[in-house]
């Protein structure tokens, strides 16, 4: 059974800084594709990092310079480093894996919530 479990998120002000973690299990980790996303209220889910097998990483234009992912093969955790949060980062942030184009290979965890106050 696969399982994406997050965690880090929280409270934070603006200017803070957060690191979210996804622990991956019943997947062969090093194979996939793994990505951040997030979703605010009323607002489709994002974007917001990507980084492939290889370690080529992708970022959304907004979280530039600012957010970094990262990953662990040997812990089988992927990790997203965010510094100078603003208030337009508060979502839900969800964990994906991926083998996309290959349909069949494509994971979620549940989400974790960060807040940025103004």
Do not use: H
Not at 30 to 56: D, N
Not at 88 to 101: F, I, L, W
């Amino acid at each position: 059974q696969v399982q994406l479990v997050e965690s880090g998120g929280g409270l934070v002000q603006t200017g803070g800084s957060l690191r979210l973690s996804c622990a991956a299990s019943g997947i062969v980790f090093a194979i996939y594709t793994m990505g951040w996303y997030r979703q605010a209220p009323g607002k489709q889910r994002e974007l917001v990092a990507a980084i492939t097998r290889g370690g080529t990483t992708n970022y959304a234009d907004s979280v530039k310079e600012r957010f970094t992912i990262a990953r662990d093969n040997t812990k089988n955790t992927v990790y997203l480093q965010m510094n100078s949060l603003k208030p337009e980062d508060t979502a839900v942030y969800y964990c994906n894996a991926n083998m996309r184009p290959w349909s069949g290979y494509d994971y979620w965890g549940q989400g974790t919530q960060v807040t940025v106050s103004s």
